[in-house]
């Protein structure tokens, strides 16, 4: 249940959401912020491992394997590759049971990405600054 | 102002996030949704375009041209070329104005890929992990 390593947006060891960034719209992020979240971006950045990922995601109980996911019109072993990508982009964990690995969505790193996504609170007039 | 054309996620004609697509805890993507959704993500998916959108989307105003942008260190042209990018996938868009283009991040698009990452208020009891 917590193989939760490798997850860039929160090492800060906080349990809900602690983004490595602020907000897009809030100031310019670093080379660094930007090093640290891009790939998150990219990896959701294919039609197939976003399938993928909302297959997870939505799965029952928040989880799924390779066993569970067959609809995608993709071979198994292209589900396993996409999988570990997104794991490899913190954006899932696994778990192996059995013969089968079970991947995981890692909420507080979707809540962090969506943190990133938040328009500042102001609208047409920008986020003032 | 309002050269607002080419915004996948938000045909629907709403001002507000009309997103492509359910969040992705929701259920499954469709391979439409996906074709749709992955190429917003894909555009951020890139360090350099991500801090040219932090950059626009944080600029005074909620605009800037790319003579506003320096110091991202890459030349001129490289910008110009990752802005049209991300107009290109209906994050920005622009507005020629004497000899600047002025890119603008579209606040719709943003809520709406923001709404994608918001974890449905179920999971194991949702974004506390």
Redo the contacts between chains.
Sequence with gaps: MSNTKALPLIEAGS???APCCPP????????DE??T???M???????????L???V??HEG?EACVCDIS?V?VSQPTVSHHLKKLKEAGLLSSERRGTWVYYR????V??A??KL???AP??????T?
């Design positions: 349990a809900t959401a897009l719209t809030e100031r310019p992020f670093t080379a930007a090093e979240a891009a790939p971006f990219k990896a959701l950045g294919d039609p197939v491992r976003l399938r990922f909302s297959a995601a939505s928040g609809d019109g969505v890692e909420p507080s979707l809540a990405m969506g996504l938040t328009a102001t609208g047409p007039t920008g986020p600054r």
